[in-house]
C-alpha cells in the first residue's frame, strides 16, 4: 500500500514538474514585458508623430529646440534664434506650469527642457505667453496634471504641444543656497546658480499629447 502511495505522489510532482517547465521561463517572461514596452512607446511616438503633423499643416512653424543646439547653451545663442524668428511661429513640447490673471492681461506658462543632463542642471526655458479669456477658460476645463506626475517632474512626458510667437528671452537671476554643518562652528555653503531663462509672447495654439492611461 505504501508503495502505491509513493508511486502515486512520484507520479504527481512529476506530473506537476511537466506542467511548470512547459510555461515560459522567467526570461521569456522579461523579453514579453519588453517587446509590450517597446511597442508602447512606438505608438506614443507614432501619436505625437501624427499630432506635429497636423500643427505643421496648420501653421508655418519652427520646432524648438533644433537639432543643432548643444546641451549648454548661452544666453546671447537663445537671444539671437529667437531675434531670426521673431516674425515666425516656433513650436515646442511643453509641461503646463502655471496660468496668472494680472492687471491687464492673462498669462500661462510652460517649462520646455533643451538640455538633456536631467541628473545635473537641465537647462529649461519658462514661455510666459499671454493668452484670451476664451483660452484661459479652456485650459482651466482639461484634466490637469496629478501628485505624481509633479512629483516626476520633467521626467514624465510633456503635456502639450504649444505653437507661440516669442518676443524677448533672457536669463532668471535666481540663485539656491544651501548649507552644511561641517563643525561645531562652521558650515559649508553650497550656491547653485539654475540653467534657466524666460521667454515672453503670445500663445498661438496649444495641443494636449496623448499619453498612455494609468494601469494599461
Known amino acids: 500500500m505504501k508503495k502505491k502511495h509513493l508511486l502515486l505522489i512520484s507520479s504527481m510532482i512529476f506530473a506537476l514538474s511537466f506542467v511548470v517547465g512547459c510555461g515560459p521561463s522567467y526570461e521569456e517572461k522579461q523579453a514579453k514585458k519588453e517587446q509590450e514596452r517597446k511597442e508602447i512607446v512606438e505608438k506614443q511616438r507614432q501619436?505625437?508623430?501624427q499630432l506635429l503633423?497636423?500643427?505643421?499643416g496648420k501653421y508655418e512653424i519652427s520646432h524648438f529646440p533644433p537639432e543643432e543646439f548643444k546641451d549648454y547653451l548661452?544666453?546671447?545663442e537663445?537671444?539671437?534664434y529667437f531675434a531670426n524668428q521673431s516674425n515666425e511661429h516656433i513650436a515646442f513640447k511643453g509641461y503646463l506650469e502655471d496660468l496668472e490673471q494680472t492687471d491687464n492681461n492673462i498669462f500661462i506658462e510652460f517649462s520646455c527642457v533643451i538640455s538633456n543632463e536631467f541628473f545635473i542642471n537641465p537647462a529649461v526655458i519658462a514661455f510666459r505667453l499671454q493668452i484670451?479669456?476664451?483660452q484661459a477658460s479652456n485650459f482651466l476645463n482639461k484634466e490637469r496634471s496629478d501628485s505624481l506626475d509633479r512629483l516626476l517632474g520633467f521626467f514624465r512626458d510633456p503635456d502639450y504641444l504649444v505653437v507661440a510667437k516669442v518676443k524677448n528671452i533672457s536669463k532668471i537671476r535666481k540663485y539656491e543656497i544651501?548649507?552644511?554643518p561641517i563643525g561645531e562652528d562652521e558650515v559649508e555653503?553650497?550656491?547653485?546658480t539654475p540653467s534657466k531663462?524666460?521667454?515672453t509672447g503670445v500663445l498661438i495654439d496649444a495641443v494636449e499629447i496623448p499619453r498612455q492611461k494609468k494601469g494599461t
Open 197 to 199: 531663462f524666460i521667454a
Open 47 to 49: 501619436k505625437e508623430k
Open 132 to 134: 484670451t479669456e476664451k
Open 178 to 180: 544651501s548649507g552644511s
Open 74 to 76: 548661452y544666453t546671447y
Open 53 to 56: 503633423s497636423h500643427i505643421i
Open 78 to 80: 537663445l537671444q539671437k
Open 189 to 192: 555653503i553650497d550656491i547653485e
